[in-house]
């Protein structure tokens, strides 16, 4: 089974994405980048507003991978009491210096490395996953203005990205500016998660309001996709959400 995540800025869209079945309310300032963090604040009045209805994950931020910058804010947003932190990786820096600090941080929330079809590098998810401690990875788009994450990616590279990290035993994660008509096809890769943020709003603009329309479309299209994908391919075997 596929989940829902939505990605949301605030609690008043946390309860809109509820309502349209999201499995998964992401916290993310859309305003502030691809992985843009909402403030502290935010975090805690959206998780009193969910209150344990659905697993919350959050983003740090557009971060340098700078190790002490990486693991303060990784840690910080744990502590908040979200149930998993995504993490963007982006190009330069030390990424292993990042890691290899994280795997020995113990936080109280999952971690999910995001890795962005448009801005490859030469860093192995899996191996990135088993140093930091991940259990999970995720592939997005960082520049929202560029198309989608099947315009820098192909199906069968993407298919690649989601059966390796399952023969390693992580969560799978696909997103990056997609729209419903991408729904059946990434399904059909069965990656434990599928996230959206632009086609949930007005005008399919991700820094707009949510359309409650929209999110109940997306809503309704994975738990449709998921049923059909179930019953064309043996189920993965994973119980957690991420
Ligand atoms: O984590 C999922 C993202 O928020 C997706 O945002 P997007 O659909 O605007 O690319």
């Known amino acids: 089974m596929t989940h829902f995540l939505a990605s949301v800025r605030n609690a008043a869209e ?3 994405v509820l309502a349209a079945g999201a499995d998964i309310v992401d916290l993310k300032e859309p ?8 403030a502290p604040s935010v975090v805690r009045a959206c998780l009193r507003t969910i209150g344990g209805r659905k697993p919350v994950s959050a983003t740090v931020g557009d971060l340098p991978m700078n190790p002490a910058v990486v693991t303060d804010a990784v840690a910080a947003t744990a502590e908040l009491g979200v149930d998993t932190v995504k993490l ?23 971690l999910v490395l995001v890795f962005f079809g448009d801005m ?18 995720m592939l997005d788009t960082a520049g929202k203005e560029r198309g989608s994450l099947t315009d820098h990616m192909t ?12 023969h390693a035993g992580l969560q799978v994660g696909l ?7 991408h729904v059946q096809p990434l399904l059909g890769l069965r990656p434990d998660v599928i996230g959206f943020r632009g086609a949930l709003c007005e005008q399919s603009a991700r820094g707009s309001n949510l359309d409650p329309n929209a999110c109940a479309e997306i809503g309704r299209l994975v738990a449709a996709g998921g ?3 179930e ?12």
């Open 88 to 110: 963007g990786i982006l190009v330069g820096g030390d990424p292993w210096g990042c890691f290899e600090v994280l795997g020995s941080l113990g936080t109280p929330a999952d």
């Open 175 to 181: 997103a990056g500016s997609l729209r419903p008509h």
């Open 227 to 229: 049923t059909a994908t």
């Open 155 to 166: 199906l069968g590279e993407i298919g690649r990205f989601v059966d390796r990290a399952h």
């Open 31 to 38: 305003d502030e980048g691809a992985l843009g963090a909402v």
């Open 14 to 16: 946390a309860e809109c």
């Open 231 to 242: 019953a064309r391919f043996e189920a993965h075997a994973t119980s957690a959400v991420w």
């Open 120 to 137: 490859p590098t030469d860093i192995d998810p899996v191996e990135a996953a088993r140093a930091s401690g991940a259990n999970g990875v």
